[in-house]
């Protein structure tokens, strides 16, 4: 028999969490009975979220640490750069599970399931969700559950990954600056790939360094721990301690993920495009997307009209196009890109907050050549 629902989320991380959340006080939703299906029985430190903001943010309280400059270095440019009025903000990804299932606990008519989703399709009525154990159906679905089978065998739209391993390390040597966190740093031998050092700084010698590449191919362990040894050892940070690892991989593409929708089925977070294509950043695309949904089921049933494509998704589209096709130019790209426009128009552009002047400017200030070719393959669906 089929335990019936009024919708069901499927994957209990920080997107099914916090749509949870937003639901359960939601005006509509928050007397209807939910279900949040995810295998995971308890969260840990398990990721490392950053994002910039203005001001004072929803997550404050919850901030582990922020920064008010960054670093940005490489061979062609080098530069300490203010944020003002932006901060760029860290939160560690236990205290953000802990603080939505306090506020999804609050309300008893959403229930959990610790099992894993094998299969989901909507019936036109109802939408039929399967796991190794049970068959449910709910009049929505919500899925936060990437198919990566997808966006691998498609060829129309270039896939890259976002894949790094960090160390929290402790050094003997004070070797950090705690006020400024290193954005990128393509010092590092760049291997035909683009490839940076990240790093966050706590005290002088304790920090976060996170080795990450912008490809099509993930390493081995070994390469990435060989990376962050030694580019900690040409700093000068003697013996250290390694306190935690994180490791990770993100999709980095412009595919149409909207068009998995169905009338009755939204898929959300990564698996919805919430990802920042050109970038990998998704925490704060998490909250604006929940909170622009959690505004569209005040008035629209229909999922499949949710997400509409604007002009990023095209810019976004030439970028990966070109870092794709000239992977071992990343390094360069970046560099003109904080080399010639202000962090904060970099911040607004990739948040999608600019208007048509600013991104004609921010243009101008890349290589041309490579960028028209992109746009003219696109045009004329050329290889």
Known sequence: M????????????????YLAAVLAEHPIYKNLKGLVIDPKTSYENDRTWCFWEEGIGAWDAHI??????ITFKSDAFSNTISLDPFQYKMIRSKE???????????HPNIEFCYEKINHFRDEGIRVLVSTDQHTFSSNKFFSSILNWRLIQTQTKYPLLQQHFVGWFVKTSNPVFNERQATFMDFSVSQKKNTRFMYVLPFSDSDALVEYTLFSKDLLSLKEYEKAIDSYLIQMGAGEYSIVEKEQGSIPMTAFPFEKQNSKNILHIGSAGGWTKATTGFTFKNIERKTNELSRFLESNTDFSKFTKSNRFRFYDLLFLDVLHRYNEKGGMLFSKLFEKN?????FRFLDE?????????????????????AFLRRFFGLK
């Open 2 to 17: 089929q335990q019936a629902y009024d919708y069901i989320i499927g994957g209990g991380g920080a997107s099914g969490l």
């Open 64 to 69: 582990f640490k922020q920064w008010d400059t």
């Open 96 to 106: 953000v599970y802990a603080t939505l299932m306090d506020r999804i606990k609050k």
């Open 342 to 346: 202000t962090p904060q128009r970099i």
């Open 353 to 373: 907050q600019t208007q048509i002047i600013d991104e004609i400017k921010l243009m101008q200030t890349m290589p041309t050549g490579i960028f028209v070719l």
